[in-house]
């Protein structure tokens, strides 16, 4: 009996070493997708339970479609989406690169004219108390004179 299991283990185990389980997402392919309908995209390399490559192209209407990777459809569309993301993204780094600029100078021209104003401020009231001091100073002296 003993033997009996063993053989059957034996067999179970070169079964599941010599089948292929492909649990891929794609099991059919679509030829081509409409660029204007693509929201995003994902690839998927050769992984151990499955052993193509696949493309899965998200749609604006919340489905998804495979597409065949070794066409030159698929590559050119792939190239596409790329490009544009790449595009997309550098425009938002340069927007958020101009107003981190744009902050940054206001921030200096608004310190610079605080500074300016302050120092002019300053220097008013220090004349005006000045001008003051010598005016009482100089209407005690003349009051005192005889």
Same mark, same amino acid.
């Given at each position: 009996?003993?033997?009996?299991?063993?053989?059957?283990?034996?067999?179970?185990?070169?079964?599941?070493?010599?089948?292929?389980?492909?649990?891929?997402?794609?099991?059919?392919?679509?030829?081509?997708?409409?660029?204007?309908?693509?929201?995003?995209?994902?690839?998927?390399?050769?992984?151990?339970?499955?052993?193509?490559?696949?493309?899965?192209?998200?749609?604006?209407?919340?489905?998804?479609?495979?597409?065949?990777?070794?066409?030159?459809? =698929?590559?050119?569309?792939?190239? =596409?989406?790329?490009?544009?993301?790449?595009?997309?993204?550098?425009?938002?780094?340069?927007?958020?690169?101009?107003?981190?600029?744009?902050?940054?100078?206001?921030?200096?021209?608004?310190?610079?004219?605080?500074?300016?104003?302050?120092?002019?401020?300053?220097? =008013?009231?220090?004349?005006?108390?000045?001008?003051?001091?010598?005016?009482?100073?100089?209407?005690?002296?003349?009051?005192?004179?005889?």
């Amino acid at each position: 009996m003993n033997t009996a299991y063993q053989c059957i283990i034996l067999l179970t185990c070169i079964a599941n070493c010599t089948s292929q389980i492909v649990d891929c997402r794609c099991l059919k392919t679509s030829r081509s997708v409409k660029l204007a309908q693509v929201a995003d995209f994902r690839e998927y390399n050769p992984r151990p339970y499955c052993n193509k490559k696949e493309v899965i192209i998200m749609l604006k209407d919340g489905t998804s479609s495979c597409l065949d990777p070794n066409t030159n459809y =698929t590559q050119a569309l792939l190239r =596409t989406i790329k490009m544009q993301k790449k595009k997309l993204l550098a425009e938002r780094m340069n927007a958020k690169n101009s107003r981190t600029k744009t902050d940054t100078v206001s921030a200096k021209v608004s310190a610079t004219v605080s500074a300016t104003v302050s120092d002019t401020v300053s220097a =008013t009231v220090s004349d005006t108390v000045l001008v003051t001091a010598s005016d009482s100073v100089s209407a005690t002296t003349s009051s005192t004179l005889p």
